[in-house]
C-alpha cells in the first residue's frame, strides 16, 4: 500500500482515489506537508513545488499530481530531475473556461451594445480551453481569429492567425500557460508596446496572472484604449491588485473553471494517473453528473437577470470586490476559492421551455427544456 499527501481542497478526492492507497489530507494554508515515506503528494495551484520550496526531496517520493490544467506552480525540470512523474489535468475545465468567458461576453454586450454584434475575437492560446472557447463563438456566429504559434509547429492541421491579424481585433480573450522562457514566453504578452495605437472594446483574462501587464492595462482602461475588462487570474494572486480590481467590469477570484463537471475531472484524471504509475486499481466512484432543473420563478426576466441567475460570475464578482480594503483579503480570496460551491455547468442545466424560447442564447449555451 503505498502513501498519498492530497491537499483536503480536491474535490472528492476520498471517493475518487484509488482504495489500494494510505491517505493524508494536508491544509495547503500550512505549506506542504512532511513527506517523509509519502509516495505521492497530490497538489492544486495555491502549492508551488519547486528547489526552494521543496529543498530535500524524499527518494520515495515518485509522483506528483495537479488538479489544474496549468502546471506553472511547478517547476517541472527540477521535478523530473529527481525522478519524479508529473501528472495534470489538463483540459479538465475547459468548457467552464469558456461558459466563463462566453458568460462575460453576453453580460457585456447587454450591458454596453444591446441588440449589435460583438466584433471579431482574438483567441489567445487555443489548446483545450480556448478551443472549448471557439466552440462557442461559433455556436453564437461570433467572428473570431485564432493566435497560437507554438501549436502551429507541433500540429500541421493548425495555422496561427498573425501577431498583426490578432491585435487587430475588438476583443482578445487569453487562454495560454504563463511562462517566462522558450521561444514564445507568455509572461507580460499584452504590454504597452502592443497596446500602443490600439483601441479595444474588451479583454478578457482568464488563463494565468502575469499573460496580461496589469500596469499596461490600467494606463490603457484610463486612457480609454480598452473600453473595459474583465479578470479571473491577477499578478501577485492571491494579493490582487486593488486599483485593478476596481476598474475592472468583472472581476472574480479565479473560479473561471470552477464546476461541478470539471472539478470531479479533474481529480479523477490525476487519481487514474496515479494508479497507472503505481500499478493500483482505479477507483470506479458511483458519481454522476446529474442534471439539475432551474426553479425560475414566473418573473419578468431580462437576459442578463436570467444568466446571473444561471451563473454565479456576477456573485464572484460582488464578493472580490468586497475584499477591497480588508487588511485579511488574501486570506479572504482563499476562502472565495474553496468555500463557494461549485456551479453546474450549462449542458447540465434544465429551466423552462419558455424561457428557452424567449432567449435562444440560452440554448446556444447549452442550456436544454425541464419539460
Known amino acids: 500500500m503505498i502513501h498519498v499527501a492530497a491537499d483536503q481542497n480536491l474535490y472528492k478526492i476520498k471517493e475518487l482515489i484509488s482504495s489500494n492507497v494510505h491517505l493524508h489530507l494536508y491544509d495547503p494554508s500550512k505549506g506542504i506537508p512532511d513527506l517523509t515515506g509519502t509516495d505521492a503528494l497530490l497538489v492544486r495551484t495555491v502549492t508551488h513545488l519547486n528547489a526552494e520550496t521543496l529543498p530535500h526531496i524524499p527518494s520515495c517520493l515518485k509522483f506528483v499530481g495537479t488538479g489544474s490544467s496549468g502546471t506553472d506552480h511547478l517547476d517541472n525540470e527540477y521535478l523530473e530531475s529527481e525522478g519524479i512523474e508529473l501528472s495534470s489535468a489538463n483540459g479538465c475545465n475547459a468548457r467552464s473556461v469558456a461558459e466563463y468567458v462566453m458568460t462575460a461576453l453576453l453580460l457585456w454586450r447587454e450591458k454596453f451594445q444591446p441588440g449589435t454584434k460583438f466584433g471579431k475575437v482574438g483567441v489567445i492560446g487555443v489548446g483545450k480551453a480556448g478551443s472549448a472557447v471557439t466552440d462557442l463563438l461559433s455556436d453564437f456566429d461570433i467572428e473570431y481569429v485564432t493566435y497560437d504559434p507554438p501549436r502551429e509547429k507541433r500540429d500541421t492541421d493548425f495555422t496561427s492567425a498573425t501577431m498583426e491579424e490578432v491585435l487587430s481585433c475588438d476583443i482578445l480573450t487569453f487562454h495560454v500557460p504563463l511562462t517566462r522562457k522558450g521561444d514564445y514566453p507568455t509572461y507580460h504578452w499584452l504590454d504597452n508596446d502592443k497596446l500602443k495605437d490600439r483601441n479595444y472594446k474588451l479583454i478578457i483574462?482568464?488563463?494565468?496572472?502575469?499573460?496580461?501587464?496589469?500596469?499596461?492595462?490600467?494606463?490603457?482602461?484610463?486612457?480609454?484604449?480598452?473600453?473595459?475588462?474583465?479578470?479571473?487570474?491577477?499578478?501577485?494572486?492571491?494579493?490582487?491588485?486593488?486599483?485593478?480590481?476596481?476598474?475592472?467590469?468583472i472581476a472574480t477570484p479565479h473560479i473561471a473553471g470552477y464546476s461541478e463537471q470539471a472539478k470531479i475531472n479533474a481529480t479523477k484524471m490525476i487519481c487514474d494517473d496515479m494508479a497507472d504509475h503505481f500499478d493500483l486499481s482505479r477507483s470506479t466512484p458511483e458519481l454522476k453528473n446529474i442534471s439539475k432543473a432551474e426553479d425560475l420563478a414566473h418573473i419578468q426576466y431580462d437576459l442578463t437577470k436570467l444568466i446571473t441567475r444561471l451563473h454565479p460570475i456576477m456573485g464572484y464578482d460582488a464578493a472580490l470586490r468586497d475584499l477591497i480594503g480588508r487588511p485579511d483579503k488574501v486570506f479572504l480570496f482563499r476562502n472565495l476559492r474553496n468555500e463557494w460551491p461549485y456551479r453546474f455547468e450549462y449542458s447540465y442545466l434544465k429551466i423552462r421551455k419558455e424561457l428557452l424560447d424567449e432567449f435562444p442564447e440560452l440554448r446556444k449555451l447549452g442550456i436544454t427544456s425541464s419539460i
Open 205 to 249: 483574462n482568464a488563463s494565468r496572472g502575469g499573460v496580461v501587464d496589469e500596469q499596461a492595462l490600467l494606463k490603457a482602461h484610463k486612457q480609454g484604449t480598452i473600453e473595459n475588462y474583465v479578470l479571473d487570474v491577477w499578478e501577485g494572486e492571491p494579493d490582487f491588485k486593488i486599483k485593478v480590481a476596481r476598474q475592472a467590469f
